[in-house]
């Protein structure tokens, strides 16, 4: 197996900079790729200061956080991943974009550099096809916040090595994440479960009459979730929720999958959540 010392990461949205943070908290270099120098910046921003955080909080050792630091590049370049081992795409979740990513990446890194995608709902082994080698693209799929949730699903696809599916689970675990092995259906694992759920929860909304402060309430004190529905679909982001619900509700033609009205209207309306506002509360 191939070992994994410098990771590159494309995209610093609020996954890629979780999931460059994994990287550097790790102890891997990283390199993070944006498509302007502010927001590469805003992102390196953004990772120190949850890692300041932590080092008040006393999770962190000062001198531990400014290594971390140190290991974190920021680029506009792809060409800048040329030697990375490992490169993480978390971009905008559209399969002609992770198309063109992943064949600029191909010509960009060595021949051996093994290349995941983020992706939560789309095929890894379509976004792969364009590859000159697919046995390279594994699927790592991190939730959301990345830093504070424990799993990684390391996705199987139809060309994927041994070798490229095992060195990304060894480095989920070496940047601090329970992995666990599936192969490339429509949501993996997790969200081909979470999907529907919240969903129905959306439903129960209209159904019931209920407040999302109640439905919330409900979920969490009386099934055990961490947090209510409402409020983690405003921290997903009502945008990406029903980009995936849409992506899972055509692979799989189940009437749960489809996003309920009352998500769509929102989601044309702007309330996306906390990246607006406003969703189902206001921030
Ligand atoms: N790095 C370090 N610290 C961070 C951070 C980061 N990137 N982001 C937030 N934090 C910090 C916060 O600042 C906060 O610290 P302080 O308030 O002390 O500064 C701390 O982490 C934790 O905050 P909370 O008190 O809110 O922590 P919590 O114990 O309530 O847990 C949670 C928060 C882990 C998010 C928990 O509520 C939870 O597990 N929620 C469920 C989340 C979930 O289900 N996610 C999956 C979404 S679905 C998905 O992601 C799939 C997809 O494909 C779309």
Same mark, same amino acid.
């Given at each position: 197996m191939a070992e994994v010392k410098k990771i590159g990461v494309v995209g610093l949205g609020a996954m890629g900079a979780g999931i460059a943070q994994l990287a550097v908290e790790g102890g891997f270099e990283c390199v993070g790729r944006e498509v302007d120098a502010a927001r590469g910046d805003a992102a390196r921003e953004r990772i120190g200061r949850f890692l300041t955080r932590k080092v008040e909080k006393g999770q962190l050792e000062q001198q531990a956080r400014d290594d971390a630091m140190a290991r974190l590049t920021t680029t506009?370049? &792809?060409?800048?991943? #040329?030697?990375?081992d490992l490169v993480i795409e978390a971009a905008f979740e559209d399969l002609a974009v992770k198309q063109q990513l992943f064949e600029e990446l191909e010509a960009a890194v060595r021949d051996d550099t093994i290349i995941a995608t983020n992706t939560s709902a789309l095929s890894v082994t379509q976004i792969a096809?364009? &590859?000159?080698?697919? #046995?390279?693209a594994v699927g790592m799929h991190f939730f959301n916040p990345a830093p504070l949730m424990p799993l990684v699903e390391i996705v199987r696809a139809e060309r994927t090595s041994d070798d490229a599916f095992e060195t990304a689970y060894a480095t989920g675990e070496r940047m601090g994440k329970t992995p666990i092995r599936c192969s490339?259906?429509?949501?993996?694992v997790v969200n081909r479960v979470l999907i529907p759920l919240l969903n129905d929860c959306v439903r129960v909304l209209d159904e019931a009459g209920v407040t999302p402060e109640d439905l919330d309430a409900g979920m969490k004190h009386?099934?055990?979730?961490?947090?209510g529905p409402c409020a983690l679909l405003d921290l997903v982001g009502l945008d990406v929720h029903v980009h995936a619900s849409e992506a899972l509700y055509e692979k799989?033609?189940?009437?749960?999958?489809a996003p309920p009205p009352r998500m769509v209207r929102m989601l044309q309306a702007g309330k996306l959540g906390r990246k607006s506002g406003e969703g189902f509360y206001t921030y």
């Open positions: 506009t370049e &792809l060409k800048d991943l #040329a030697d990375c096809s364009v &590859l000159e080698k697919p #046995a390279r490339d259906t429509p949501g993996f009386g099934a055990g979730w961490p947090m799989l033609r189940e009437p749960r999958m």
